[in-house]
């Protein structure tokens, strides 16, 4: 059964640095999702990507955060300069078009800013 | 804003026992309602959907859920309770208008032998 694939499944990192998290969606996937969750709170949505563009974005998802897919399989997020507060397991998301509204998870990755 | 309430931070249950964790939600116009179950260190696996039809929807590993428009619930269920059920449950709401995903805070369900 295809997958949402991600990569690295864990990153520590030193607070200012760039990092940038890999996903790989379900290949017949038009649109393509990435979500948060600080440990021990809510799932929260960050950006959503259809047809090679930003459809929505949350208020978290702010000019430190880009989101690219830089060929036909990846879809990557990027997070210019991180923050202690950025440290939260990150999840990518897609789904099919038409009327199947689910969205599927990748296993995310756990992001530690030091 | 839609939002999401899932009342129960734990839900604990006995094996063969019928189970429900609940889920109430707010949103403009028509809701997708959604249930994922979440495993120790793994992503979020979609259980079931509602988004139009029969109030009640079937989903994987025998879950169920009801729609109650009046109510604004969508509650989780099954008839019969395994230890292996025992995992964290989200509820997530979307709308025609906006297909990212609001969730509720997750209900853990241990499921006793």
């Known amino acids: 059964e295809p997958e949402v694939t991600q990569t690295p499944s864990h990153q520590v990192t030193q607070m200012g640095q760039e990092v940038i998290l890999r996903c790989v969606p379900i290949s017949n996937h038009l649109y393509f999702y990435w979500y948060r969750q600080i440990l021990g709170q809510k799932v929260e949505f960050l950006v959503s990507?259809?047809?090679?563009?930003?459809?929505?974005k949350s208020e978290i998802f702010d000019d430190q955060f880009s989101v690219e897919r830089p060929d036909g399989s990846n879809f990557t997020l990027k997070i210019r300069s991180t923050k202690l507060e950025d440290s939260a397991m990150y999840f990518c998301a897609s789904r099919t078009s038409g009327g199947a509204y689910e969205q599927y998870f990748g296993p995310g990755t756990r992001l530690t800013v030091t | 804003a839609q939002s999401v309430a899932q009342p129960e931070d734990q839900v604990n249950v006995a094996e063969g026992n019928p189970l429900t964790v609940k889920c109430t939600y707010s949103v403009s116009g028509n809701p997708y309602l959604f249930w994922y179950v979440q495993y120790p260190n793994r992503g979020l696996q979609f259980l079931l959907k509602y988004i139009t039809g029969d109030n009640l929807v079937k989903g994987s590993y025998g879950f169920e859920a009801e729609f109650n428009k009046s109510q604004t619930s969508f509650h989780l269920k099954k008839p019969s309770a395994l230890v292996s059920d025992s995992a964290l449950y989200f509820c997530a709401v979307g709308n025609t208008g906006r297909r990212a995903l609001t969730f509720g805070s997750g209900t853990r369900l241990q499921v006793q032998p």
């Open positions: 990507f259809y047809n090679n563009e930003i459809s929505e």
